[in-house]
């Protein structure tokens, strides 16, 4: 059973900033690109963000320059640094993984913002 553990949304001003994280174990992490996608209210699931195993990444234009997605190997964990938060940013956030035709989810947290 493969999990994917989210952990880091809330409730934040804008302008504010927050750091969403995502675990998992090491023999997912260490083949698995692994990233971030949000579904917003009446909107479709958008990928948000994410990073192969060789680094590389991939954002959606409307959190470049705001979102950073890292990886830590020792902790077998994936992060979303957002700052700069709009309220657009409100929505589902889904940590994800996938390696060729294997794909796995997270349960979601919830981010939003509002004043």
């Known amino acids: 059973q493969v999990q994917l553990v989210e952990s880091g949304g809330g409730l934040v001003q804008p302008g504010g900033s927050l750091r969403l994280s995502c675990e998992t174990s090491?023999?997912?992490?260490?083949?698995?690109?692994m990233g971030w996608y949000r579904r917003a209210p009446g909107n479709q699931r958008e990928l948000v963000a994410i990073m192969g195993t060789d680094s590389r990444t991939k954002y959606s234009e409307s959190v470049k320059g705001r979102f950073t997605i890292s990886r830590d190997n020792a902790k077998n964990s994936v992060y979303l640094q957002m700052n700069s938060l709009k309220p657009e940013d409100t929505a589902v956030y889904y940590c994800?993984?996938?390696?060729?035709?294997?794909?796995?989810w997270g349960q979601g947290t919830q981010v939003t913002v509002s004043s």
């Open positions: 090491a023999s997912i992490f260490s083949i698995y690109a």
């Open positions: 994800y993984a996938n390696w060729a035709s294997n794909t796995y």
